[in-house]
Every structure is written in C-alpha cells, then in structure tokens.
C-alpha cells in the first residue's frame, strides 16, 4: 500500500487555486500510484482566514467540494476545508472521500485560541470522536490541536481505528541546536501514540507564509512500533511518498498489546467519578 502526503502551499483565501493544486497533486500521486493521498489541514482554503471564513465555508454537496470529490474513484483523498453545515456553523473540518463519495467527515474537537491562535471565535466545535471503515481497514482523523489531547487519539484506537490521519497548519517556532522546536515536539507525540497503540500514524502538513507565520512542512509517517518510516522537506512542498505494510498493526499489537490490556471499563467509572466530584465543587463554589 501506498501513502501521499500532499505537502502543499495552500493560497491564502483562494479556493479556486487551491483547487486547481489539488488537482494537480491528485495526478502526481496517480502517476505514482498512490492508494490514498492525505491533504493538510484548511488544504483549501488555508489558515489565517479570520473574516474570509465565512466567504470560503462550503457545504458538502456544494459543487466544488463534490468535484473534488469525483477524483476518489481510482484513489483515496483527504482534504481540509471550512464547512458549513445545514444550521449554517462553521466547523474546521477533514474529509474522507473514496469511490466518489464522501465516506466520513471529522469536525476539528479541539480549537486553539490562545497565543497566535483564535479559531473558536470562527469554528464550532466538534462534538463526536469516531473511527470509521475504508476499504484498507479502520481509520481515524484528528486535526492538528486534536493531537495534543490524549483523549483524542485514545477514544480512536479504542473504537477500533488502525490507521490514523492527521491533518495539520502547525507554526515554525523554537530554532535551537537539536532542530526546529516544533518540529521535534511532533515527532514526539506521533511516535508515542503510534507505539501505544499499535497504530499506523500519517501527519500531513503544509508549508508557506501567512500573516508573517511560517509552517515547515517535515510531513511524517510512523509505524504501529514508533519508528520513523519517512519524513518530508522542511519548508519546500512536496509529494511524500511511504510505503506501508498493513501486517505490520497486527505483529505490533501481539508483540505490544498494551491495547488489548487496556481497562475502558475503569476509565469510564473513573472518568464518571471525577466529573461528579468537579460538579459537586462547582455548586458548592
């Protein structure tokens, strides 16, 4: 099996160009016969909309987004978009396309707004952590500060996703003597979760300039053991290629089965007793 990482340099605010690129980088993986191509986060759109979040929001059945679509007949897409659902919210959001279709759609469940970041003034907020099935096995997608919340990848694994997607706008920041900081702190949290739970981890990031915020590409790909299988450009867009072996999930989890040991049931009660005793010092204060 074949994965793209579409390190791209989205236009800022510029859907029609961004489509075009995507076009692009669908035939460049054709020609390399990539069976699922894996797009950043806002790939449509970029980042720092602020305003211009609402003028590029598009529904799912709004003829750009079904002709991008389209293209998943012979390949696999994910792509990042506004969203605007039928109650007319906003929501960062990934899709899943495959067969023309659109399988499965994530809503961004953690929006950064502290610092350089203010997404909740634009996006709702997701409300559901789901896996779902593609014809290479259980999937799950998070979007970039999704990551950073153990909860998150843990409630994937545990709802059976094998492989997991993460679409990312993350900054450059933090040059040291080991690297760029931000970049190193990725490594680190993909590689955790990838080993802990016996998964396939795919980080598709962009590069370019916004707003006077670099991104650096550096798109990633774990194995189920925590190993680093390749790693893209910094700062220059670029298809990344990896190759993968699906047996690997199943000889990571009977070497490490730490997913099979895992007790939901004491995660829950504790969970459950720590939201009554949060409930009950709110009343009392």
Known sequence: MRIGLAQIRPALGRLDRNLALHREMIQQAKENQVDLLIFPELSLTGYQLQDLTYEVARTMDHPEIQELVSLSEEMDLVFGMVEE???????????????????????????PTYGMFDEARYFGRGRNIRSFETRFGRMGMLICEDMWHVSVPYLLAQDGAEWLIVLSNSPAR?????GLGSEQVWHRLLST?????????????????????????????????????????????ELVLVDV????????????????????ELTARELNRIIAQRTEEGTRS
Do not use: C, W
Not at 85 to 111: E, Q
């Open 85 to 111: 659902s039928p109650d007319h919210i906003l929501y960062n959001a990934g899709v899943y396309a495959s067969g023309g279709r659109i399988v499965h759609v994530h809503r961004k469940v953690y929006l």
């Open 174 to 178: 933090r040059v040291g003597s080991e």
């Open 193 to 237: 979760h990838a080993m802990l739970h016996g998964s396939y981890v795919f980080f598709s990031h962009r590069v370019g300039v916004e707003d006077g915020v670099t991104f650096f590409g550096g798109s990633m790909a774990y194995d189920p053991f925590g190993r680093l299988i390749k790693q893209g450009a910094l700062f220059e867009p």
């Open 245 to 264: 072996k699906p047996d690997q999930i199943r000889r990571a989890r009977f070497q490490m089965p730490m997913l099979r040991d895992e007790d939901v």
